[in-house]
């Protein structure tokens, strides 16, 4: 924090928030205006401008919730709601963040694998890559369904199905990250490896996959943030399971829109904390490298 206030980076941060969160009151009551005039209009009950505003922020199903109202919902259901209730927020939680962690760790290994495939054979460069381009033109949410009922239809439920979407959203970017890096170093330095007689698995477990490392934490850092909007979609397409994604289907159908930038803003915060985890993952192993801080 002390570092932060140093460089100047926090006050520029909190500015840029508080702007967005005053743009989002204003918008609350420009948005929620029309349903509050006509239920007063209804109750033939004149109310201040004071009043009216707080009405705006007040209202059980708005357009647009104010922002004290997400973060209520938040904190009464997630803090003041039994975890394993499968109305707390912290419960459905606890399932997204399953299915996306299950789902960015098979991408991730896949991604590795068939990066070092394509690096090292030109057949699978020149057969693999153009597919593995063509298999992210397909929209997640066309296959979603198709994944989830045929997995059901087999009989897999629960976490395989979303696990599986997952992957398939996560394993794109560690392929494209991992094949640049893995082709990073120089000829010069092959030719050095040559020289001392250096086996395939020497080149690339002491060159190629060091200067790697930088472009896997990357693609890795964007692979598990959409992992986790690969798992909510998969959580829309079976709303039995549980998941933020169910929840959001739910308040959706209920008209309840606190509900929904509840879950959403708690999906966003997984997210950004799964990101952190990533970064904080890369910097240990760059100090176990011998990486300068």
Excluded: C
């Excluded at 702007?19 to 109750?43: D, G, H, K, S």
């Excluded at 789902?103 to 991730?108: A, E, K, P, Q, V």
């Excluded at 933020?244 to 879950?263: E, F, H, K, P």
Aim: no cysteine; proline share 5%; glycine share 10%.
């Amino acid at each position: 924090m002390n570092g932060f206030w140093r460089e100047g980076k926090l006050i520029p941060i909190l500015t840029v928030l508080g702007v967005i969160v005053l743009f989002w009151y204003v918008m609350a009551v420009v948005m929620n205006a029309p349903w509050q005039t006509r239920l007063n209009e209804r109750a033939g009950e004149p109310v201040g401008f004071t009043t009216f505003v707080s009405q705006t922020w007040s209202q059980s199903k708005p357009v647009l919730p104010a922002p004290h109202q997400v973060f209520s919902e938040i904190w009464k259901a997630t803090v003041e709601t039994d975890i394993g209730s499968k109305r707390s927020l912290a419960y459905h939680a606890g399932i997204t963040l399953g299915s996306t962690l299950s789902g960015f760790i098979l991408g991730t290994a896949l991604g590795v694998l068939l990066a070092v495939a394509i690096v090292h054979n030109d057949a699978s460069d020149r057969s693999l890559m153009p597919w593995i381009i063509a298999s992210q033109t397909v929209p997640i949410l066309a296959i979603a369904p198709m994944v989830v009922v045929g997995l059901g239809a087999v009989g897999i439920q629960g976490l395989v199905p979303k696990a599986l979407i997952s992957m398939y959203l996560s394993f794109f970017p560690v392929v494209v990250g991992m094949v640049k890096g893995l082709r990073t170093p120089e000829a010069i330095q092959f030719d050095l490896m040559r020289t001392y007689n250096a086996s395939a698995w020497n080149v690339f477990a002491k060159l190629r996959w060091p200067a790697s490392l930088p472009f896997l934490f990357a693609s890795m850092k964007v692979g598990v943030a959409i992992s986790l909007v690969g798992a909510v979609v998969a959580e829309l397409s079976n709303s039995a399971g549980g998941g933020l994604g169910v929840r959001l289907l739910t308040g959706s159908y209920n008209g309840q829109t606190v509900q929904i930038w509840a879950a959403l803003f708690l999906a966003a915060a997984l997210s950004a904390l799964l990101v952190v985890g990533v970064g904080a993952a890369e910097r240990v192993t760059g100090r176990l490298m011998g990486a300068r801080a």
